[in-house]
């Protein structure tokens, strides 16, 4: 069976299971890089029109491989469903999300690859920056759950009854609630062994070079801690940096010195991204350039 066919079976199975209890579909789930899945979506009543969204890619694998049949992934469609347990704090937000008051304290900046996320960016309120965009989500963290992320569409937006700049300026003003924060990459690795930073000497390309960290508390698109002008300003010192996009999570900033020159970063941030990060994790395939004297971040 092709997939589109496997798509519409499913639903149908499920739809005619459930009967008028339930909507059953399938809307597609755009992710960071063009890593999206078609999204099973069971909504039960009494849920307040939350569901979990399960990946129907991931059961037609199964399917096609032959490791579960049609009733199988039914099966296993339905198990989800029946398991989903909506934090309140989730209700709370799917509640608010509509509500700028509500929210306005929640919504922090994201730095996304612009080239890579053009479909996505299409729906989204962002503003360019360099070969990047920076987007924005409502962003809760929730005990035992994590981090809850909301995009914020250019739908709404609209729903807000604000300009995307004074969106622009509020996720700015968040970033000080955010965590953002530099750390020594050999002290990093010095307390995951128990040695300390003094123990800790960097293997690699570059031994004895200083690196430092920038992300943010739950270490979730911290990346965009870039942005924060003074906080980088204040940590520089003075010295310009080169600046490696290590993921949407984090980036390594690098003192400019004689002995690191671009060519040699750019290459690393390449190699390192096609061996250790995750297409949807990935923020650039270069580094970037921080200048002290103009205060400025360039390619």
């Not at 399917?63 to 049949?69: E, I, K, N, R, V």
């Not at 739908?155 to 622009?168: A, P």
Request: net charge negative; charged share 25%.
């Amino acid at each position: 069976m092709e997939y589109e066919d496997f798509k519409g079976q499913l639903c149908a199975e499920l739809a005619d299971f459930y009967g008028e209890d339930a909507q059953v579909g399938i809307r597609r789930v755009e992710g960071n890089n063009g890593q999206g899945y078609d999204g099973l979506e069971i909504v039960l009543g009494g849920m307040g029109g939350l569901a979990p969204v399960i990946n129907t890619g991931k059961l037609y694998e199964e399917y096609h491989a032959g490791t579960m049949d049609m009733w199988g992934c039914i099966e296993a469609a339905y198990q989800m469903a029946e398991a989903f347990e909506c934090p309140e704090g989730m209700r709370q937000l799917a509640e608010e999300i509509k509500d700028w008051d509500s929210v306005r304290e929640d919504v922090y900046p994201i730095l996304l690859h612009t080239g890579q996320n053009r479909k996505m960016l299409q729906d989204m309120v962002s503003m360019p920056f360099m070969d990047l965009s920076i987007a924005y989500t409502v962003s809760r963290e929730m005990p035992g759950y994590g981090d809850c992320r909301v995009r914020i569409s250019r739908v709404l937006l609209g729903g807000y009854g604000i300009s995307s700049m004074e969106l622009h300026r509020q996720a700015m003003e968040n970033m000080g609630k955010g965590g953002y924060h530099f750390q020594d990459i050999a002290g990093i690795i010095g307390d995951l062994m128990g040695i300390g930073k003094e123990g800790m000497h960097l293997p690699g390309q570059f031994p004895g070079t200083e690196m430092y960290v920038l992300t943010n508390r739950i270490k979730k698109y911290g990346a965009a801690g870039i942005l924060d002008k003074k906080l980088v300003k204040d940590f520089a010192g003075g010295r310009d940096f080169f600046i490696l996009p290590s993921s949407v999570n984090e980036v390594i900033f690098v003192p400019v010195s004689g002995s690191v020159g671009r060519d040699s970063l750019d290459r690393m941030v390449r190699e390192i991204n096609e061996a250790e990060v995750p297409i949807e994790e990935r923020l650039s395939d270069h580094a970037y350039y921080y200048d002290a004297q103009a205060d400025e971040i360039r390619m």
